[in-house]
């Protein structure tokens, strides 16, 4: 089956700004990726390419089969877009903007009044529905701006930061939308907030300076970077004997004691990567003759794995410079 | 067309939806309407030349010099600077359809408020009785010169909003094109009387032209003139829409 999005090498260069710099991946149909990176990493530009606002500097971008420059007003007629900040025309009632944003997309007149109900209905705008968009609160603006996005049955979802500027009880609210959405669209949604992303979408692609670093489920970047996955063992014995006992244990790294106020001894076991050697401590410790009281796994975020692959890749970088400056 | 059709009355919508569009119509009518009495007032005091409605015609570019800036400034300014742009741009219709609607519906609310003049039309024919019977040709040609020249200022004030982010700005610039086309060259066609460059600044001298079709004269010519005027400042405002492209 044929993706939903495919781009191909995409490079975006403003007057002296390279924002996107060979950027590929794909998405696809039915999918919810979330594309993570820290402000002016590239998300924005990627999705207004997507959405046919801007133009690409090279590259190749398509959306259901069709290439986004060639066939701009095909492309949008595929794609529900939810702009950075969610700009809507704050001087019209929210029912006079969704009959103007149907008639724009082409919602057939005969089906205008279905859609703008079950919309209203999904987005749970009927309390709101003759204010004026100016006067409503960010959250229901931001309602607002989803409702537009679904209303003419788009097989695409592009939400560019959809839960910024909300309060928390909003942002669950708006995160619990996106995730029912999610069964009937595919999303292609942005943010810098990991959790959020974590919580609502099946893949990850983390950008950062216009590359792509990973793309991957949740899980599997937090089985391949397991950054921070370590083991926490309270043992009562010896310091000295028990990190000797648990270093020898198969799959263990490395191993880190500190004396506790009490007669146990805290251990942070370090395993091989990709391994999970806790069955192994047990087995150790309890030959020794000892008692374990703890032996937990710190659950590794994304948040961590961000921050692990960003400062890699500045590493890479410095490493990119230095040896250029070696050469001169 | 369905997506033309919504953009219009969207255009339309928000000239009422704010206050805009009722100050623009409130102060166009104040100084027609002073004008109009004092025209009559004027022409009261004896037989003269003139009728009501040239001199009427000869005042547009009073009202023109700051209506066109007022019901132009906003149109592409403020979907730039307010980021609904983008809305716009993304959903399926093309540069051009946002750029003419916008036109369209400015040149509408112009028209609506020239159309509200009739009644003077009205009052005169009322008051004029059947011995001295209103002709009603220069009139009709009158409001043809009013529409055809208000239509292209309309069509330069809309180039301006596409140019920056900011009203005021857009407002100015409008403002000095109308100044440079109506009383510039109203008073380069006063200093060169005679020859050929007196001849260039009359052909393109709004006064001139409005003269004519207030006295009944349907010239063809300044009617391409403007028309033509009109689709070269829709395009450049096209492009500069699309401009963001080429950035």
């Given at each position: 089956m044929q993706p939903m999005i495919n781009v191909e090498n995409l490079t975006k260069r403003y007057a002296g700004i390279t924002a996107l710099d060979g950027v590929s991946f794909a998405v696809n149909r039915g999918e919810i990726v979330g594309f993570l990176g820290p402000n002016g990493a590239g998300k924005s530009t990627t999705m207004r390419i997507l959405t046919g606002f801007i133009p690409a500097s090279a590259g190749h971008v398509q959306v259901a089969g069709l290439d986004v420059f060639e066939d701009s007003l095909e492309v949008r007629r595929h794609i529900g877009y939810m702009p950075e900040n969610n700009p809507l025309y704050v001087d019209m009632r929210v029912a006079e903007y969704l009959k103007f944003r149907a008639k724009i997309k082409g919602v057939p007149r005969g089906e205008r009044r279905d859609r703008l109900e079950e919309v209203v209905k999904q987005c749970g705008l009927d309390e709101v529905i003759n204010r004026i968009i100016g006067q409503l609160s960010k959250g229901f603006r931001q309602r607002v701006g989803l409702a537009d996005a679904l209303l003419a049955e788009p097989d695409l979802l592009i939400l560019d930061?959809?839960?910024?500027?909300?309060?928390?009880?909003?942002?669950?609210?708006?995160?619990?939308?996106?995730?029912?959405?999610?069964?009937?669209?595919?999303?292609?949604?942005?943010?810098?907030?990991?959790?959020?992303?974590?919580?609502?979408?099946?893949?990850?692609?983390?950008?950062?300076?216009?590359?792509?670093?990973?793309?991957?489920?949740?899980?599997?970047?937090?089985?391949?970077?397991?950054?921070?996955?370590?083991?926490?063992?309270?043992?009562?014995?010896?310091?000295?004997?028990?990190?000797?006992?648990?270093?020898?244990?198969?799959?263990?790294?490395?191993?880190?004691?500190?004396?506790?106020?009490?007669?146990?001894?805290?251990?942070?076991?370090?395993?091989?990567?990709?391994?999970?050697?806790?069955?192994?401590?047990?087995?150790?410790?309890?030959?020794?003759?000892?008692?374990?009281?703890?032996?937990?796994?710190?659950r590794t975020s994304l948040e961590d794995i961000f921050v692990q692959v960003m400062r890699e890749e500045d590493e890479a970088e410095e490493e990119r410079r230095e040896s250029k400056r070696g050469l001169r | 067309m369905r997506n033309m059709l919504a953009l219009l009355r969207r255009e339309l919508n928000a000239y009422f939806a704010s206050v805009l569009g009722y100050i623009v119509i409130m102060f166009f009518l104040v100084v027609m309407g002073v004008t109009f009495a004092v025209v009559v007032g004027w022409l009261a005091t004896g037989p003269k030349q003139v009728t009501a409605m040239i001199i009427l015609f000869k005042m547009f570019w009073l009202p023109s010099l700051f209506i066109v800036p007022a019901i132009t400034m906003r149109l592409l300014a403020e979907e730039k600077r307010a980021g609904t742009l983008e809305m716009l741009m993304t959903a399926p219709?093309?540069?051009?359809?946002?750029?003419?609607?916008?036109?369209?519906?400015?040149?509408?609310?112009?028209?609506?408020?020239?159309?509200?003049?009739?009644?003077?039309?009205?009052?005169?024919?009322?008051?004029?009785?059947?011995?001295?019977?209103?002709?009603?040709?220069?009139?009709?040609?009158?409001?043809?010169?009013?529409?055809?020249?208000?239509?292209?200022?309309?069509?330069?004030?809309?180039?301006?909003?596409?140019?920056?982010?900011?009203?005021?700005?857009?407002?100015?610039?409008?403002?000095?094109?109308?100044?440079?086309?109506?009383?510039?060259?109203?008073?380069?066609?006063?200093?060169?009387?005679?020859?050929?460059?007196?001849?260039?600044?009359?052909?393109?001298?709004?006064?001139?032209?409005?003269?004519?079709?207030?006295?009944?004269?349907?010239?063809?010519?300044?009617?391409v003139y403007y028309l033509s005027a009109t689709a070269w400042a829709l395009f450049t405002t096209t492009r500069i829409v699309e401009s963001r492209k080429w950035r």
């Open positions: 930061e959809p839960t910024i500027g909300l309060d928390p009880v909003q942002i669950r609210q708006v995160r619990q939308l996106i995730k029912d959405l999610g069964k009937r669209h595919t999303i292609l949604l942005s943010s810098h907030i990991l959790t959020e992303v974590e919580m609502t979408c099946n893949r990850v692609i983390i950008i950062n300076k216009g590359r792509i670093l990973a793309s991957d489920t949740p899980e599997n970047l937090v089985k391949t970077f397991h950054a921070g996955g370590l083991i926490n063992v309270e043992v009562r014995g010896p310091a000295i004997e028990v990190a000797a006992k648990l270093r020898a244990v198969a799959d263990v790294a490395g191993v880190e004691t500190t004396a506790g106020t009490d007669e146990f001894v805290r251990v942070a076991v370090e395993p091989q990567v990709g391994t999970d050697p806790r069955e192994e401590i047990f087995k150790a410790v309890a030959a020794s003759g000892w008692t374990l009281r703890e032996l937990v796994r710190q | 219709v093309t540069d051009f359809q946002v750029v003419f609607a916008k036109y369209l519906g400015a040149v509408m609310l112009y028209a609506l408020m020239w159309g509200l003049t009739v009644f003077y039309v009205v009052i005169l024919r009322h008051f004029a009785g059947a011995s001295s019977a209103l002709d009603l040709g220069p009139i009709a040609s009158g409001y043809v010169g009013v529409l055809v020249i208000g239509q292209f200022l309309i069509a330069l004030g809309l180039l301006a909003s596409s140019l920056t982010k900011n009203q005021v700005a857009a407002a100015l610039m409008s403002f000095a094109s109308v100044f440079l086309l109506l009383i510039v060259t109203n008073w380069l066609s006063s200093l060169f009387q005679g020859g050929q460059l007196g001849r260039i600044v009359r052909a393109i001298s709004a006064f001139e032209h409005m003269e004519n079709f207030s006295r009944g004269i349907l010239d063809v010519r300044p009617v």
